[in-house]
């Protein structure tokens, strides 16, 4: 958390057209008891860390929403 984030968007000559375009970013983090972000320990940071709560784009179980027959990339 408070790192740089980045996204690896790949694509294709040939690609199927679609309604939209998301761009998911996936991190995580553990809270402390009061609410704050717990720091990273050097154990945790050389083992990849997995927090107690796994984000997307930021948020804790995000709606994402997509109509009948909409195709998303």
Known sequence: FGGLYGAIIVGDRDQLPVTRERVLVIS?????????????T???R??????????????????????????ER
């Open 28 to 40: 995580d983090i553990t809270l402390d008891g009061a609410g704050r972000v717990r720091p990273v």
């Open 42 to 44: 050097s154990i945790e």
């Open 46 to 71: 050389t083992l990849g860390r997995e927090g107690e709560l796994v984000l997307v784009n930021g948020q804790v179980a995000p709606r994402l929403t997509a109509g009948p027959g909409e195709r």
